[in-house]
């Protein structure tokens, strides 16, 4: 790239140059470069971009043309994310520990069983950030320490069922009755 602060004279075969070579500078000349090399950006590129069908191309330039043109729009701004991108996940990530529900056959709690009954099966999920006491500190920093270390232990609350709901009853493909307790959560708290 050429700056602005640097003068260039004009090459050494011009007349111009030959009658003016003592009053101008003479800048340092860049070596060329060399375009064969694998290692250039060029052929880096050249080999991406061959890897690519003519439509993938068109779209790739579109959305990228199109990009330009937002940031070319906004005066050089970023405009932020829309809802739905990263900022979504970010969310999701930190809901607090609650009850949730859905609806599964009874073959795909993985008890056993083979059925084709549904049933609504509630779990508890979610973080505990809020309900870290003393005890996950002080546990937090001996671990730390490595004062603990072969035991497996949590130092921060985990969201579990603090009661389940009644218990559910259903028929399997053989026409055996059966009766599952503690199978669904009524009431999540942080353990």
Do not use: W
């Not at 060029?42 to 940031?71: D, I, P």
């Amino acid at each position: 790239m050429l700056t602005g602060s640097r003068k260039y004279s004009p090459s050494p075969s011009s007349p111009a140059s030959r009658a003016s070579s003592s009053s101008l500078p003479v800048a340092p000349r860049r070596s060329p470069r060399a375009l064969d090399r694998h290692s250039s950006l060029l052929s880096q590129y050249g080999a991406l971009l061959e890897s690519y069908t003519e439509g993938e191309l068109r779209r790739l330039l579109g959305a990228l043309a199109r990009r330009r043109g937002r940031a070319a729009g906004s005066g050089g701004r970023r405009r932020p994310e829309p809802a739905g991108g990263r900022a979504k996940r970010a969310r999701g990530r930190h809901k607090p520990c609650g009850l949730r529900q859905l609806e599964v056959s009874v073959s795909e709690l993985g008890l056993g069983y083979e059925s084709d009954e549904t049933v609504l099966f509630r779990y508890c999920s979610g973080s505990c950030d809020g309900a870290v006491r003393s005890y996950d500190l002080s546990l937090r920093s001996m671990r730390g320490r490595r004062r603990i270390r072969r035991e497996k232990v949590r130092a921060r609350p985990c969201c579990r069922p603090l009661a389940y709901d009644d218990d559910v009853s259903f028929l399997d493909a053989y026409n055996h009755y059966y009766t599952v307790n503690e199978l669904s959560a009524k009431e999540c708290g942080c353990v």
